[in-house]
């Protein structure tokens, strides 16, 4: 429950709290980094400790901590570790497993981590987050996550979605049951629940942070959301596009050849050939493509340029085609959204269509196109119920009355890009928003068409004042560049003015830093150590 802030003590940085009431940040509420709050109980008081049912928002049958463990980081932070359970309702459903790390030293912040892919495992908690440059636990967060209601040694792993519980815990409501035990045992543990609940996610774990900021906009504060798979359905109908324009001429008896698959070095080499074009078109060479406006306009040319030189078929082009533009259907999802926008497969991305022309049953991304094997899982276990589903076999441009039935469905059930931010916004809640240029899996250039969303409903200036929209060079999926992010969304929550300093991001191919590029704009070299990141400035982008 978000907590008013009335009065903040100088000694530990307590707050004064309302449970019942909703509020902006008090003006001179301590940051993050001055504030300590210490326990009120020793560490073993927390083992077997149970939570009831009606503290949980969405039903369960209670939780408890089965372990406690008193650990200290790299860097000589203390903390207590803390496991446990939140129970299923359906006996056959498993339960959800969770772990807390309390700080000694606490600033009053949580943080709640999301998952990724398909989730089945507890994120690691006690490392940086995706794209972070500081270990939440070392900065004295509370710092937890869990593994979405049910286990696995694989993310890959859909079959859990078998059982509706399970499946309804992954899609959202582990996301508040997990919120829940946290204030329920950081309560415990300090006499008093944080001052700031902060949510940070990428892919899935982004899909989840757009959740918490939406259908529990209240419950959050702060919101770092990077690279979500916002758009489900539409990102794995791509996955079985893509599979189909690979593999639909294969047949194992009579055609055993995959006429759109492309091998893995041709695929290195057009990349190359990418950065190699387009590297200098910002300012400097040094294996960064950030001009991608200008490399965009150029596809046309570049599709000429390899075409010729690795003498790629028509066949062959489909696939890139798909990869770097996406597709568009004649009927919308329930959101309204009928286009999937592709990568930069043109601009210096890897694509990647597996080592073997050979597709799998199911697909398998060791072997196979990698969005075809989370498309296959996904629509064999959430969308259609069939374990026998062949993905490649079915016309999504133009679905039986069966198919459309199940694709309205799903996206009613699972998208998440509700453009609906007003339980957040009402209670001063702040997002950054993150993309990466040469993100592969989840489209830069269809999260800046959902921002646009935000734009549409709440105007641009709404918009900035509640959403910071970066698209840094250079990030892939996950991976790329590391900032500080928790920094400047805490300034934001707590102060209510984002850091108006340019901020920088450390680029992990250079180790060299570089402005944080925010939408509409791309980073050039202006002269200077290509090290520092006074030497870059931010171009706005006036026309895509």
């Not at 996406?326 to 080592?355: I, P, Q, R, V, W």
């Not at 022309?357 to 064999?380: C, S």
């Not at 993100?439 to 910071?468: A, N, R």
Request: net charge negative.
């Amino acid at each position: 429950m978000r907590l008013v802030l009335s009065v903040c003590f100088a000694l530990g940085g307590f707050c004064a709290q309302d449970s019942n009431l909703y509020a902006q940040p008090a003006s001179g509420c301590k940051l993050a980094s001055q504030t300590v709050i210490l326990p009120c109980t020793e560490v073993a008081n927390l083992n077997g400790l149970v939570i009831p049912s009606n503290f949980f928002k969405e039903a369960c049958n209670g939780g408890a901590v089965l372990s406690v463990t008193t650990k200290t980081s790299d860097t000589g932070a203390s903390y207590a570790d803390v496991k446990g359970i939140i129970r299923s309702v359906d006996p056959d459903a498993p339960n959800i497993e969770w772990e807390i790390l309390l700080p000694m030293k606490w600033n009053g912040r949580s943080l709640q981590l999301g998952g990724g892919a398909n989730n089945g495992s507890i994120p690691n908690v006690h490392g940086t987050s995706a794209f972070g440059s500081v270990k939440p636990i070392d900065a004295g967060y509370v710092v937890y996550g869990d593994d979405s209601g049910h286990q696995s040694s694989s993310s890959m792993d859909a079959s859990f979605a078998s059982n509706e519980e399970s499946l309804n815990n992954y899609i959202r409501q582990h996301l508040i049951k997990a919120h829940d035990v946290m204030r329920y045992v950081v309560n415990h543990f300090y006499g008093q629940e944080p001052v700031f609940n902060y949510f940070a996610g990428c892919s899935t774990g982004g899909r989840e942070a757009l959740e918490c900021a939406t259908t529990y906009g209240k419950y959050y504060d702060g919101v770092f959301c990077s690279q979500p798979a916002s758009n489900y359905v539409l990102a794995r109908l791509w996955g079985a596009v893509l599979s189909q324009a690979v593999y639909k001429n294969f047949d194992a008896d009579t055609y055993p050849h995959s006429d759109g698959y492309i091998d893995e070095e041709t695929l290195k080499g057009i990349q190359q050939d990418a950065i190699s074009l387009y590297d200098k078109w910002d300012g400097i060479e040094d294996g960064i493509v950030c001009n991608i406006f200008a490399a965009r306009n150029n596809r046309d040319n570049f599709l000429n340029i390899i075409r010729k030189k690795y003498h790629l078929t028509d066949a062959q082009m489909n696939t890139i085609d798909v990869y770097a533009n996406g597709f568009c259907l004649e009927y919308a999802m329930k959101n309204g959204m009928k286009t999937y926008k592709g990568c930069s497969a043109l601009e210096g991305g890897a694509m990647d269509l597996g080592s073997s022309e050979v597709p799998r049953e199911p697909l398998d991304t060791r072997y196979n196109v990698h969005h075809g094997d989370r498309a296959d899982g996904i629509f064999k276990y959430f969308f259609t119920k069939d374990p026998t589903w062949k993905l490649i076999e079915h016309d999504y441009f133009h679905p039986d009355e069966n198919l459309y039935r199940i694709l309205m469905d799903a996206s009613a059930r699972y998208d998440a890009n509700s453009p609906d931010f007003d339980d957040f916004i009402s209670h001063g809640g702040k997002l950054i928003l993150f993309s990466g240029w040469m993100d592969m899996s989840m489209s830069p250039w269809q999260l800046i068409d959902q921002y646009k969303g935000y734009v549409d409903k709440y105007g641009q200036k709404t918009t900035d004042s509640f959403c910071k929209f970066y698209i840094m060079p250079d990030a892939t999926h996950g991976w790329g560049v590391t900032m500080d992010y928790m920094s400047w969304l805490d300034q934001w929550c707590t102060t209510g003015n984002y850091p108006q300093e340019t901020l920088y991001a450390t680029m992990r191919r250079t180790h060299g830093q570089m402005p944080m590029a925010e939408y509409p704009g791309w980073v050039k070299y202006i002269g200077g150590d290509p090290m520092s990141g006074t030497s870059y400035q931010i171009i706005k982008q006036t026309n895509e």
